[in-house]
Each structure stands twice: as C-alpha cells, then as structure tokens.
C-alpha cells in the first residue's frame, strides 16, 4: 500500500491497514489435556525459518480427569476455555483448532496386516494403491466398543520382498503392509468430543500423548536405532516406541505420579495435599536419602524420615518400571533399544529416576529435552511441557485437517487412507 502523500495520522490508520492485509505467518497449536492441567502451546513457522518458534502458552489446573479419562465435563470445558484463552493473549492468535492428544488406559495398540492385488496393467503401484492396502489393514475385528484413532503403516512387502518403506513405483502383482493400529474406547472418544464441542477447539488431530512427546524429543537418529519415550504424567504413564523411523508400539499404565503421593499420603500417614508437597519438594530415589525432613503448612509444621519416603516411592516406580519392562518384552525389545528411553512428564523429575530406570530397564536413560525450539515466552520449561509441544509439531506436521473417510462421523473418524502421507511427514 502507497502511503506516503498521506498526513501523518492517516499515515498511521495505513501502516495499520497495511499490517492487516499482509499474509500472516502460519501458526499452529497443540493441546494436552492431562489429569492435573490442560497446557496449550502455540507455535509459528516465520519467512524462512527451519523449525517453529514458541509463541504463546498456557498451563491451567484441572481437575476434571481422572486416569486420562473424562470425569467431570464441566471442569474439563472451564480449564479448557482459560487455557485457550490465556494462549491466545501471549500469543496473540485467534485459536479455533488444535492438535489434542487422547489419553487413558484404554488406549491399546494393535498390529494388523492389509494385503491387495495390483490390478493395473503395467502392474506399477501407485498413490491409491498404497492407501487401498493400508485401508484393507484397518479392516480388523475391534474389540467391542473401541475406534481407531490411528494407523501407522511399519513395513510393506511387494511379492513377499520384505522391508520395503514406500512401495509406490515399484512394481508387483501382491501389495502388503505391516501396520500399527491404535484404538481407544469409544464412549472416552464421545466424552472428549463433546468438552472440545463445548469449549469450541475444534480438533484438527488427534494422537497419543506418548507420540506427541516423541515428536518433541527424540532426533532422527533415535527414531531410527529405536527409542521408548515414556511419559509419565499425574493418572497414566504413556509408551511409544519408534523404531526405524515408526511407531512400533504404543501403550498406556494406568498409573503416574499420583498413585506415588497416594502411596507416600498412606504410609507416612498425611493428608494428601501434605504427600504431593513433600513428595516434590523432598522425594528421591538416590541411596542415599536417610535422616529426617520437614515442611510447613498453615503455620503447621510436618516431620518426615527420608528413608521411609524412599522405601515408598522407589517400591511404586520398581511396579510402574516392571510394567513398562514387560511392555517392551511384548514386542521383544526388553533391553533392546539403541537410541534408549527418554523420560518426560512431570513424573519424570523425582530426583534420580535416571539411574533408577536405567537400572530396571538395563538400558541408557535421559530426560528428554525439546527446548532446542527457539521460544519467544518466558516460563516455559521442562519435562512436563514435552507433550503440549510435540503436539503444536504434529500441528504443523499434519498440516489441515485429513479429508477424513466418512463412514464413522465427526470426532469418531479414522484417518484410514492417509496413515501413510501422514507417517512421512512424521519422519522428517
Ligand atoms: N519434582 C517432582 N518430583 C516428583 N513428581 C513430580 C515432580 N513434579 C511434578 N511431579 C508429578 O508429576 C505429575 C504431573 O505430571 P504431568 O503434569 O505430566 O501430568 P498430566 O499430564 O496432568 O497427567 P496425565 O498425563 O496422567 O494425564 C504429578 O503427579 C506430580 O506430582
Ligand atoms: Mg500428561
């Protein structure tokens, strides 16, 4: 816009103007809804930047969850609502859509073949093709009462030749694939629909939390060599494990940080709220924790020996580790994965989890960072936010939302047939 015969306030109301018409940077948004806050993210992707910025964030309390699961609709919508809010004053986006993660022990992975016949006549096959196998995957025999939420396609075969990762141009009579299929109950499904209706995020995607933090965390070179992140949060503890470059195995323990301050509130005798704040300010796994410790509530002031608090809390993460073991020993990965175990979550910072895991698993263990992002917002920091991030990543790794197929409606749509354009854009 030409502005310069105008007066100078005029000039103003132009640069305004001009700001308005000029394309805005595209920004993307991730939302966690998790047992203890809803934490919403906004990213942008600004001229010729190579990864997002950090623009806005919100963390909200709620308390409308429980193990990952719609208990409280209400609740869920008003933590909702703020959060939203709150990220849509520091970032200064209009948020209608996000990324949101689906969380909660009934969400189980499958494995799942698909096999079709290359009917073209040269037998070349093609975009269709690949999507038409990965259909056929999905058409499997679901546990009453569950959805796919999620297809990953791991490895197709043309004319029994194995590990083939993109089959398209090759040619071929027989087309299979090895997928991953992720379910989850739909009347949790419902549930979620109806808080994001209410509080007017329409979901753009939906992914395991476990995923998403994956997204955050892991480097090519893990997702490759084969990597577990495990979130642990306040009501689950999510597992992904990525292995040359796809999901191999997702799954969800009822069971995170609040079963170690219900366990720490029974055995030291205290009300819950004494657990929580002794467990974070004082707890730990490392040997040497003896003597006494002590805090002070409403003037009132609480003693606590360290050795029974470590008794406490290592006897709930040896059951949570032994869990995620026998996970791995499902898919025959037990002390088997090069690229390691990545810990996130607010679960994750007890102070010497790391040597701890690393000892029941027998594997490397780090907390997982995503920080590398450049952030424009203060306060944002940490194991915790790991999920919330790696959602706005998928956000703008998806791009809009699938053209989804309409034989289940709204919410409750599969992303049947575009798994695998999907997957590609995972793994850059
Ligand atoms: N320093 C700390 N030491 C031990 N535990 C901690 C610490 N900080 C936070 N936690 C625990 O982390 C848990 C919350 O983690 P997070 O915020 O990731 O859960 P969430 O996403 O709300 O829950 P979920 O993923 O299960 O739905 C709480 O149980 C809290 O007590
Ligand atoms: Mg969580």
């Known amino acids: 816009m030409q502005c310069s015969f105008l007066e100078q306030s005029d000039q103003q109301v132009c640069a305004i103007l001009t700001l308005m018409q000029e394309p805005s940077i595209p920004f993307f948004v991730g939302v966690d809804i998790g047992t203890t806050a809803v934490r919403c993210v906004v990213g942008e992707m ?18 409308g969850m429980r193990k990952g699961n719609v208990a409280h609709a209400e609740e869920i919508v008003q933590a909702l609502v703020s959060a939203v809010n709150e990220a849509e004053r520091t970032s200064g986006r209009t948020i209608k859509s996000a990324t949101i993660n689906v969380n909660g022990s009934h969400v189980q992975g499958l494995n799942s073949k698909g096999v079709i016949a290359i009917s073209s006549a ?17 058409i499997v025999q679901l546990p009453a009462n569950k959805d796919i939420i999620q297809v990953f396609a791991k490895n197709y075969r043309v004319d029994g030749q194995d590990n083939i990762k993109d089959p398209v141009g090759m040619h071929g009579v027989r087309l299979e694939v090895d997928t991953h299929i992720v379910l989850a109950a739909t009347p949790a499904l419902k549930n979620l629909e109806q808080v994001l209706e209410r509080a007017e995020v329409r979901p753009s995607h939906r992914t395991v939390s476990g995923l998403a933090a994956a997204e955050a965390v892991l480097d090519r070179k893990q997702k490759e060599s084969g990597a577990l992140v495990v979130d642990i949060g306040a009501g689950t503890t999510n597992l992904t494990v990525i292995e040359d470059g796809e999901v191999e195995h997702v799954a969800v323990i009822p069971m995170g940080g609040m079963h170690v301050t219900n366990d720490l509130a029974i055995g030291l005798k ?98 997982g960072k995503w920080e590398s992002l450049p952030i424009v ?17 998928l956000d703008m790794l998806l791009g809009p939302a699938a053209v989804y197929d309409d034989v289940q409606p709204g919410f409750m749509q599969t992303l049947k047939g575009s798994a695998s354009s999907i997957l590609k854009r995972i793994k850059k």
């Open 46 to 63: 600004a001229g010729d930047a190579t990864q997002p910025s950090i623009i806005g964030f919100s963390e909200v309390e709620n308390s």
């Open 122 to 138: 040269n037998r070349e096959i093609s975009v269709d093709d690949r999507a038409r196998v990965e259909e056929a995957a999905t």
């Open 270 to 367: 205290t009300e819950l709220e004494i657990a929580e704040m002794v467990k974070i300010k004082h707890a730990t796994l490392h040997a040497k924790a003896d003597g006494e410790t002590s805090l002070v509530k409403d003037g009132q002031q609480y003693h606590f020996d360290r050795s029974l608090m470590r008794m406490i809390v290592s006897a709930r993460m040896e059951e949570l580790f032994e869990f995620i073991d026998k996970e791995l020993k499902r898919i025959h990965r037990s002390k088997k994965l090069p690229g390691g175990v990545v810990l996130v979550g607010g679960g994750s910072q007890l102070p010497g989890l790391i040597d701890f895991a690393k000892e029941e698993l027998q594997l490397p263990v780090r907390l």
């Open 377 to 393: 917002v203060d306060n944002i920091k940490g194991p915790r936010y790991a999920t919330a991030v790696g959602l706005m990543l």
